[in-house]
């Protein structure tokens, strides 16, 4: 892609794991007791055809990578694990008496944070409870996040013997010098370990989270680390453009100053040489930021179009019905977005009274949840259309002036009714969503909410 349209398009935008995204979120619109009748109604909607996902969010980290961005709490003390857990299993119990039958489960995530923060036990005791209330629907997914450097192999084998199939391991970079500087020292030969560990124990799906624009990191870096990532042969791979967000995660992203970080045409070069490289690997563009071997669910439901996208980013099915469980996880109803409190204490304090602890959401109304189908279908499946008189809005002409400018500079096709994204300029996926994003044209933000898109 030619420079100055990297210029032109790099801006602050959103990522798009939910619309309307979080920073336009209606509070009002929404109480606890809303958002439980969304949920008992997307419930007996969804249970028994497609099932329901869950997301279970274990915050813990031992210490700080100073370029992460998730939701964490940092702490050597492991007696944290026992109260987290119970909170956990109270905030379930208040899910299930919601429940007209027995859920039915297509997908359950444990993200972070690092979920292999928590003992082998603890994770044992969390499931069980879990599933002893439950049953998994046919062809279930099971996945969990982990921290290459705190996974043992009693934790693979521990959860493989309850369900789970799918691990994905933080890698990010394999640069001494980068390390260094995201304070994230992680040598090969430990990555090598799990990964081939998890495959010895069955795993089907392994993944690695790389990621582009760290601070330090040049070229040679990129390809250096995507040769190592090679010899290992993930199923899966994110490639995720660094998001520097210190204005909302404060001091946690000043291990190192902005000039060490690669921007703007350099930072894409980084991208562009990635993509080369894993497409020569024989890997597959999924979506943005996602690659996978032919032979992984995510690709063949990308053919199969099932790919959806929500707060766990891509998965190879759509549920209707998404429970976050756990401090700051988000659940999605399809008719409402709802968070959960954003600390430790408040959380556990509002789960084990027997409360949905909901501290902020969204009531979605019809024009969202048409918008929010339109994004899906491009982040998803690089097209969208409105030849259907129901997939049309109110501002169409306004979005559509926007498209031409983008079909005049080469970042869309336009057939009839139909848009269409193509190969070269998939980089720009987020730009394309936000001609949609009638929330964001209606209130643009004073200040700086969002990462910049490229
Ligand atoms: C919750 S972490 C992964 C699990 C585990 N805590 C670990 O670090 O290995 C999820 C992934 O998000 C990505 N990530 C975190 N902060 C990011 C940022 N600021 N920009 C882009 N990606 C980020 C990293 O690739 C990271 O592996
Ligand atoms: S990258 Fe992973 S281990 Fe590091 S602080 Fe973030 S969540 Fe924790």
């Known amino acids: ?31 606890p007791g809303k958002w439980q009748q969304t949920v008992e109604r997307a419930f007996s909607e969804s249970n028994a055809s497609e099932g329901i996902s869950l997301y279970i969010h274990l915050p813990f980290c031992e210490s700080l990578c100073t370029f992460c961005g998730c939701h964490k709490r940092i702490t050597k003390r492991h007696d944290v694990e026992g109260p987290y857990i119970d909170a956990l299993l109270n905030e ?17 995530h444990l993200g972070g944070g690092t979920p292999t923060f928590f003992s082998p036990d603890n994770l044992h005791r969390l499931i069980d409870g879990i599933l002893q209330h439950s049953t998994l629907a046919e062809g279930s997914e099971l996945g969990l996040e982990a921290h290459p450097n705190s ?29 260094k500087a995201i304070n994230r020292i992680q040598p090969f030969e430990r990555v090598r370990l799990v990964t081939d560990g998890a495959r010895e124990i069955g795993y089907q799906s392994i993944s690695h989270d790389l990621v582009f624009g760290l601070p330090h990191q040049t070229l040679g870096n990129v390809i250096d680390t995507i040769n190592k990532t090679n010899e290992l042969l993930p199923d899966r791979l994110a490639f995720y453009s660094y998001a520097h967000v210190p204005w909302i995660k404060g001091t946690g992203q000043r291990g190192f100053s902005e000039a060490d970080l690669p921007r703007d045409e350099a930072k894409r070069a980084l991208y562009e040489a990635g993509k080369k490289l894993f497409s020569e690997l024989g890997y597959m563009e999924i979506g943005m930021d996602h690659f996978a071997l032919k032979t992984d669910s995510l690709y063949q ?30 659940g999605d109803s399809w008719y409402a977005f709802a968070q959960n409190e954003k600390t430790v204490p408040e959380y556990e304090a509002r789960a084990n009274r027997g409360e949905l602890p909901v501290f902020r959401g969204h009531l979605l109304t019809d024009e969202d949840r048409l918008i929010r189908q339109h994004i899906l279908n491009i982040m998803c499946h690089f097209e969208t259309s409105w030849d ?15 498209l031409e400018e983008m079909k005049a500079d ?45």
């Open 1 to 31: 892609m030619q420079d100055d349209l990297i210029q032109k398009y790099n801006i602050p935008g959103p990522r798009y794991t939910s619309y309307p995204t979080v920073p336009y979120w209606d509070h009002d619109s929404i109480d």
């Open 388 to 402: 259907n008189p129901e997939m049309q809005f109110a501002e169409l002409d306004q979005s559509l002036r926007k």
């Open 151 to 179: 996974t043992t192999r009693e934790h693979l084998t521990t959860l493989y013997d309850l369900g789970f199939r799918r691990c994905s391991f933080g890698v990010q970079d394999y640069d001494p010098l980068v390390q």
């Open 92 to 108: 379930w119990d208040s899910y299930r008496r919601l429940f007209s039958a027995m859920p039915r489960i297509k997908e359950l």
């Open 301 to 330: 439901s990308m053919e199969n179009k099932t790919l959806h996208r929500n707060f766990m980013g891509y998965t190879a099915s759509k549920t209707h019905l998404m429970i976050g469980l756990g401090m700051s996880a988000i």
């Open 410 to 454: 080469g970042l869309v096709r336009l057939e009839g009714d139909k848009l269409v994204v193509p190969e070269p300029a998939r980089p720009f996926v987020r730009n394309i969503c936000m001609a949609f994003d009638l929330r964001l044209m209606r209130n643009a933000p004073e200040t700086r909410i969002f990462s910049m898109t490229i």
